[in-house]
């Protein structure tokens, strides 16, 4: 999985910096990476999440 991220992180640069990317939990904490929230277990998702 790490193996994953260590290409993610070199073809970053081969995109403009104004690029963004959707990843997944694997890619957290990867710069200008995107990942989505997932809701709580038998909790509501608080609406700031969700937008």
Excluded: H, Y
Excluded at 16 to 40: H, I, L, S, Y
Aim: hydrophobic share 25%; net charge positive; charged share 45%.
């Amino acid at each position: 999985m790490a193996f994953d991220v260590n290409i993610l992180r070199k073809q970053q640069d081969n995109f403009e910096k104004k690029q963004k990317f959707q990843g997944d939990k694997a890619d957290e904490g990867v710069e200008r990476t995107n990942t989505p929230k997932k809701k709580p277990r038998k909790k509501e998702m608080l609406p700031e999440i969700k937008e």
